[in-house]
């Protein structure tokens, strides 16, 4: 008989406990919109329409996660989000180059966090207030840009904003006997490419454990040497910079810019964080629970709308809802969990 | 100067505004020695460690590590000099595992190397036999282990010197030993340790030197096994025993045939241990003990300020429950705590405002005092108490630590308690003043109220108390009364029997 080594299974930590809850409550969410709605819960392109319209959501609420792993909050990558649309529309519109669009989309995002992070980390400034500040700075900014909406017209980016990757197999056949292909935007793959470099930052770089140390308790991380005012500043450069690419991706799926673009976006992606098992008073998270929280938070909204009851209020309610359940069952599962140990 | 002194602190001078924490300390730590540190409380025992740990920068002195000069500008410094810290709040983050927090921080490398810290991480804790796995998240271990970590954090960084800052005082008697046993280790593997505590008996179980200190001085450095414990308490204390002696006697009262307010039976809380406590109407009693014995935990007990988790509490003959002040105030109680920046004194409202508090409260917020009433009360124990303000209208943060005190005496003097329990009422306060509250409590036990006065001040709790409770180790072990109301008596019994 084979001499079975088995290693010895630490009990989950608090990070690993809130995503697997996570995940198995979308899965089975899921599975019952599959068995009792059906429609087009059926279809792969199902889940591939919540990603190509939420990519720039996931992109958002990965930084959120940074930053509220930190113990911190950024309530401006919204207005920040729809900041970028607006710039690289215009830019785009007067003649400007494909390339250097993107690079402002960074630039725009990346001065954000620069600024924002310096305030909060080196001069202290409550972070709510200075991302409050930072957002209605952005949304001003964009008005100013543009009262009206306006449509990209570059002939470079709107052949990139159609790239599309089509996977026949995972597609279905429409009634005309056609088979239509599931179809995935660019800023899909852009968005699951920035949550696995999140991801390997969170876990195994220096820098990412160092969020988490801070935003545990920021007094010890302190006396246990990590640079606590680096670190956390780092947290919203990061942030700010994935808003610029959110903004980019934003304005591939939408191909306009409008002031009121990613309005309320904030908060979804908020709420996509909690969801996803991060809690606010730092130290605990993973962006890819954040992922799959921000695929329950969509897919409430798609049950939402297939049970008919299309007035936007019930869309509101049920996220309301949703995100005091998963807040009450963090502090159910972790309240247990602390009374565990003392006895 | 030793030669033979692994860390040498040389006449280390320390002034905060107003006050000489440290003039002239002198302390050395050998190789290989566990060095316990004391004092009483403003003895400067934290501002040396902090000295030595980088947070404070001294004003004068030097400090020699293996001979050689050494300075300390932050906790950084320290560390890479080879002194390392372990407070008594655990300082690493709970919410990461038992590895990372024993490496995070200390290397400058992009990629975490998570397997191998592990590995080594694993190593330490066989090593020293800490009942921990690399893998676990710390905030799951008990605090105990966690405090381990942190010393083995300490000891994986070449530490040289390792400073205890009260290190049991959140741990119960089996995880001591734990804890003494890995300290004994590192002794033997020749690190200096230093270690503060307030325990008596865990000085004298584990610890090779003492020095004391007091009032920021230097008293001496001593063999533990050559200072009986009466000594090295009275030398904390600062009286000697020839001279305790002599003191007076307080004369006997009649307390015998008066009737018990209060009675506590196995009463304990959160915080303390159960004990047996009884006050008589009319009486004023006392906890003493050194800080930290559990004297303040236990009149917090009596009040319900803490959570209470057992015990039967009779006022009056009745059976009671008292689990939250307002209970305690219900029945008469009142309770002036020790920290009145925290617990007592509001520092942005007025004199007038402290002083209707506690009434407002036992009235309930449906029945308002008027402002008129306000005011009179306000003024008549501004003039009773002769509180030195501006005006009632003055902030209370606005007056000196005497006069904050009295508007606290007031608030509770105005909902006319039978039993008021006073913890260190005149801690911090002028000499004046600290007669007159004195005076203020016997004249209220003449008025048939019962008080309990805690202070650390030993004389001033024979001058008031007919009776004294002595705890030590958050036991009570003693009580004296009548002719056994002496100093000697006293610290003999706080130090234990076997002097």
Redesign the interface.
């Given at each position: 008989m084979a001499n079975f080594k088995f290693k010895?299974k630490?009990?989950l930590?608090?990070?690993g406990l809130l995503m697997t809850i996570t995940i198995c409550i979308f899965v089975v969410m899921y599975l019952l919109a599959m068995l009792l709605l059906q429609g087009g819960f059926l279809h792969a392109q199902q889940i591939f329409d919540m990603l190509n319209d939420n990519a720039s959501l996931i992109i958002v609420s990965c930084g959120l996660t940074i930053v509220m792993i930190g113990g911190g909050i950024d309530i401006s990558v919204g207005a920040v989000t729809s900041l970028t649309v607006m710039s690289c529309v215009l830019y785009l519109n007067n003649g400007g180059n494909l390339f250097v669009s993107v690079l402002l989309a960074l630039g725009i995002g990346l001065a954000f966090g620069l600024v924002q992070g310096f305030l909060i980390s080196y001069l202290e400034i409550q972070p709510f207030i200075v991302t409050l500040a930072g957002m209605f700075f952005a949304r001003g900014m964009t008005t100013i840009l543009s009262v009206n909406p306006q449509k990209a017209d570059h002939a470079a980016f709107a052949a990139l904003r159609d790239i599309k990757i089509e996977i026949p197999w995972l597609g279905y056949v429409a009634k005309n006997g056609n088979v239509v292909p599931a179809r995935i935007e660019l800023g899909v793959v852009v968005a699951l490419l920035c949550v696995a470099l999140v991801f390997v930052l969170l876990?195994?770089?220096?820098?990412?454990?160092?969020f988490?140390?801070i935003?545990?308790?920021w007094?010890?991380?302190?006396?246990?040497?990590?640079n606590v005012k680096r670190t956390r500043f780092m947290s919203y450069v990061i942030c700010g910079l994935l808003s610029g690419i959110s903004g980019y991706v934003f304005m591939m799926h939408t191909g306009a810019g409008n002031a009121t673009n990613a309005a309320g976006m904030e908060m979804n992606a908020i709420a996509s964080s909690i969801i996803g098992g991060t809690l606010l008073t730092g130290?605990?998270g993973n962006v890819i629970g954040t992922l799959f929280g921000t695929l329950t938070l969509t897919t409430i909204k798609k049950i939402v709308v297939s049970s008919g009851l299309n007035d936007p209020w019930w869309q509101s309610i049920t996220t309301g809802g949703m995100l005091c359940f998963f807040i009450l069952l963090q502090s159910v599962v972790l309240g247990r969990?602390a009374k565990k140990?003392q006895s | 100067m030793q030669e033979n002194c692994l860390l040498q602190m040389h006449h280390i001078d320390k002034t905060f505004p107003g006050v000489k924490a440290l003039s002239g300390v002198d302390f050395c730590l050998r190789k290989g020695e566990i060095h316990a540190l004391m004092g009483e409380n403003g003895a400067g025992k934290s501002t040396l460690i902090k000295i030595l740990t980088g947070v404070y920068q001294m004003d004068g002195g030097e400090i020699r590590l293996e001979g050689q000069p050494v300075v300390i500008k932050s906790p950084q410094d320290a560390g890479n000099n080879g002194i390392s810290t372990v407070y008594q709040e655990i300082t690493l983050c709970p919410n990461i595992t038992v590895a990372e927090n024993m490496f995070i921080g200390r290397d400058s490398s992009f990629f975490v190397k998570k397997k191998e810290r592990e590995k080594r991480a694993d190593e330490i804790l066989t090593k020293l036999g800490i009942p921990a796995r690399s893998t676990m998240q710390l905030g799951s271990c008990s605090l105990a282990v966690q405090q381990m970590v942190a010393i083995a954090r300490a000891v994986d960084m070449k530490c040289k010197v390792l400073i205890l800052d009260e290190p049991t005082s959140s741990l119960d008697d089996k995880e001591v030993n734990m804890l003494f046993d890995l300290m004994r280790d590192l002794k033997s593997k020749g690190v200096g340790i230093i270690f503060v505590t307030h325990f008596l008996e865990q000085v004298y179980e584990v610890s090779d030197r003492i020095t004391v200190l007091r009032n920021g001085e230097l008293v001496g450095e001593y063999l533990t096994q050559e200072l009986p414990q009466v000594e090295l308490v009275s030398k904390m204390i600062g009286k000697e025993l020839e001279e305790l002696s002599s003191l007076g006697e307080t004369e006997e009262t009649g307390d015998e045939e008066k009737e018990d307010f209060y009675v506590a039976k196995g009463l304990s809380s959160s915080d303390a241990l159960a004990f047996d406590f009884n006050i008589k109407k009319g009486e004023v009693n006392g906890f003493t003990g050194l800080l930290g014995s559990g004297r303040s935990e236990s009149v917090r007990a009596i009040f319900g300020a803490d959570k209470v988790t057992g015990g039967n509490v009779k006022i009056k003959g009745k059976n009671v429950k008292i689990t939250k002040p307002i209970d305690a105030m219900k029945h008469g109680i009142g309770y002036l705590a020790e920290d009145r920046k925290r617990d007592g004194i509001i520092a942005e409202l007025s004199v007038r405002e402290n002083i209707i508090l506690a009434l407002q409260v036992m009235n309930g917020m449906f029945k308002p005092i008027s402002r008129s009433e306000a005011e009179t009360f306000a003024d008549e124990y501004i003039k009773v108490l002769n509180i030195k303000t501006a005006s009632r209208e003055t902030p209370v943060g606005s007056l000196s630590g005497g006069n904050q005190q009295k508007v606290i005496l007031a608030r509770w003097l105005l909902t006319h308690p039978d039993y008021l329990i006073l913890d260190e009422p005149t801690r911090g306060i002028d000499v004046g003043t600290k007669l007159e509250i004195q005076k203020l409590v016997l004249k209220l036990a003449e008025e048939g109220v019962s008080v309990t006065f805690i202070s650390s001040e030993v004389e001033e709790m024979l001058r008031t108390c007919s009776r004294l409770i002595v705890m030590r180790d958050r036991h009570i072990v003693g009580e004296l009364k009548g002719k056994e109301l002496t100093q000697t008596q006293v610290m003999k019994t706080i130090a234990g029997g076997d002097a």
């Amino acid at each position: 008989m084979a001499n079975f080594k088995f290693k010895r299974k630490e009990p989950l930590t608090d990070t690993g406990l809130l995503m697997t809850i996570t995940i198995c409550i979308f899965v089975v969410m899921y599975l019952l919109a599959m068995l009792l709605l059906q429609g087009g819960f059926l279809h792969a392109q199902q889940i591939f329409d919540m990603l190509n319209d939420n990519a720039s959501l996931i992109i958002v609420s990965c930084g959120l996660t940074i930053v509220m792993i930190g113990g911190g909050i950024d309530i401006s990558v919204g207005a920040v989000t729809s900041l970028t649309v607006m710039s690289c529309v215009l830019y785009l519109n007067n003649g400007g180059n494909l390339f250097v669009s993107v690079l402002l989309a960074l630039g725009i995002g990346l001065a954000f966090g620069l600024v924002q992070g310096f305030l909060i980390s080196y001069l202290e400034i409550q972070p709510f207030i200075v991302t409050l500040a930072g957002m209605f700075f952005a949304r001003g900014m964009t008005t100013i840009l543009s009262v009206n909406p306006q449509k990209a017209d570059h002939a470079a980016f709107a052949a990139l904003r159609d790239i599309k990757i089509e996977i026949p197999w995972l597609g279905y056949v429409a009634k005309n006997g056609n088979v239509v292909p599931a179809r995935i935007e660019l800023g899909v793959v852009v968005a699951l490419l920035c949550v696995a470099l999140v991801f390997v930052l969170l876990r195994f770089i220096s820098l990412g454990r160092g969020f988490y140390a801070i935003g545990g308790n920021w007094q010890s991380a302190l006396m246990l040497g990590i640079n606590v005012k680096r670190t956390r500043f780092m947290s919203y450069v990061i942030c700010g910079l994935l808003s610029g690419i959110s903004g980019y991706v934003f304005m591939m799926h939408t191909g306009a810019g409008n002031a009121t673009n990613a309005a309320g976006m904030e908060m979804n992606a908020i709420a996509s964080s909690i969801i996803g098992g991060t809690l606010l008073t730092g130290g605990v998270g993973n962006v890819i629970g954040t992922l799959f929280g921000t695929l329950t938070l969509t897919t409430i909204k798609k049950i939402v709308v297939s049970s008919g009851l299309n007035d936007p209020w019930w869309q509101s309610i049920t996220t309301g809802g949703m995100l005091c359940f998963f807040i009450l069952l963090q502090s159910v599962v972790l309240g247990r969990r602390a009374k565990k140990k003392q006895s | 100067m030793q030669e033979n002194c692994l860390l040498q602190m040389h006449h280390i001078d320390k002034t905060f505004p107003g006050v000489k924490a440290l003039s002239g300390v002198d302390f050395c730590l050998r190789k290989g020695e566990i060095h316990a540190l004391m004092g009483e409380n403003g003895a400067g025992k934290s501002t040396l460690i902090k000295i030595l740990t980088g947070v404070y920068q001294m004003d004068g002195g030097e400090i020699r590590l293996e001979g050689q000069p050494v300075v300390i500008k932050s906790p950084q410094d320290a560390g890479n000099n080879g002194i390392s810290t372990v407070y008594q709040e655990i300082t690493l983050c709970p919410n990461i595992t038992v590895a990372e927090n024993m490496f995070i921080g200390r290397d400058s490398s992009f990629f975490v190397k998570k397997k191998e810290r592990e590995k080594r991480a694993d190593e330490i804790l066989t090593k020293l036999g800490i009942p921990a796995r690399s893998t676990m998240q710390l905030g799951s271990c008990s605090l105990a282990v966690q405090q381990m970590v942190a010393i083995a954090r300490a000891v994986d960084m070449k530490c040289k010197v390792l400073i205890l800052d009260e290190p049991t005082s959140s741990l119960d008697d089996k995880e001591v030993n734990m804890l003494f046993d890995l300290m004994r280790d590192l002794k033997s593997k020749g690190v200096g340790i230093i270690f503060v505590t307030h325990f008596l008996e865990q000085v004298y179980e584990v610890s090779d030197r003492i020095t004391v200190l007091r009032n920021g001085e230097l008293v001496g450095e001593y063999l533990t096994q050559e200072l009986p414990q009466v000594e090295l308490v009275s030398k904390m204390i600062g009286k000697e025993l020839e001279e305790l002696s002599s003191l007076g006697e307080t004369e006997e009262t009649g307390d015998e045939e008066k009737e018990d307010f209060y009675v506590a039976k196995g009463l304990s809380s959160s915080d303390a241990l159960a004990f047996d406590f009884n006050i008589k109407k009319g009486e004023v009693n006392g906890f003493t003990g050194l800080l930290g014995s559990g004297r303040s935990e236990s009149v917090r007990a009596i009040f319900g300020a803490d959570k209470v988790t057992g015990g039967n509490v009779k006022i009056k003959g009745k059976n009671v429950k008292i689990t939250k002040p307002i209970d305690a105030m219900k029945h008469g109680i009142g309770y002036l705590a020790e920290d009145r920046k925290r617990d007592g004194i509001i520092a942005e409202l007025s004199v007038r405002e402290n002083i209707i508090l506690a009434l407002q409260v036992m009235n309930g917020m449906f029945k308002p005092i008027s402002r008129s009433e306000a005011e009179t009360f306000a003024d008549e124990y501004i003039k009773v108490l002769n509180i030195k303000t501006a005006s009632r209208e003055t902030p209370v943060g606005s007056l000196s630590g005497g006069n904050q005190q009295k508007v606290i005496l007031a608030r509770w003097l105005l909902t006319h308690p039978d039993y008021l329990i006073l913890d260190e009422p005149t801690r911090g306060i002028d000499v004046g003043t600290k007669l007159e509250i004195q005076k203020l409590v016997l004249k209220l036990a003449e008025e048939g109220v019962s008080v309990t006065f805690i202070s650390s001040e030993v004389e001033e709790m024979l001058r008031t108390c007919s009776r004294l409770i002595v705890m030590r180790d958050r036991h009570i072990v003693g009580e004296l009364k009548g002719k056994e109301l002496t100093q000697t008596q006293v610290m003999k019994t706080i130090a234990g029997g076997d002097a």
